[in-house]
Nanobody, 118 residues
Framework: QVQLVESGGGLVQAGGSLKLSCAAS????????MGWFRQAPGKEREFVAS????????RYVDSVKGRFTISRDNAQNTVYLLMNSLKPEDTAVYYC???????????WGQGTQVTVSS
């Protein structure tokens, strides 16, 4: 089992920045690919970003490319999502996940709310 706890969400003005963190406990963190999804009110959960176990390969949904950066610190058992140039349409609950590959969504955190005001 892997337990995931997100933090770092909040209210920010458009154009601002936030850095989300997802702390993992349980099994060996470095053995899991990690990523982020988000879910806006009334919408389906959508993929945002992922990072491989070693951190060498990252992927992003087109709408956040150039603005968001995913990273991980295997020594700290934490994955991060740095979000710059935030837009109101980025408002959502952000969830981190862990899996043996980037497309295996085996474990989920409880989510953290990000609200971007215009």
């Amino acid at each position: 089992q892997v337990q995931l706890v997100e933090s770092g969400g909040g209210l920010v003005q458009a154009g601002g920045s936030l850095k989300l963190s997802c702390a993992a406990s349980g099994r060996t963190f470095s053995g899991y690919a990690m990523g982020w999804f988000r879910q806006a009110p009334g919408k389906e959960r959508e993929f945002v970003a992922s990072i491989t176990r070693g951190g060498s390969i990252t992927r992003y949904v087109d709408s956040v490319k150039g603005r968001f950066t995913i990273s991980r610190d295997n020594a700290q058992n934490t994955v991060y999502l740095l979000m710059n140039s935030l837009k109101p349409e980025d408002t959502a609950v952000y969830y981190c996940y862990a899996g043996v590959t980037v497309i295996k969504y085996e474990y989920w955190g409880q989510g953290t709310q990000v609200t971007v005001s215009s």
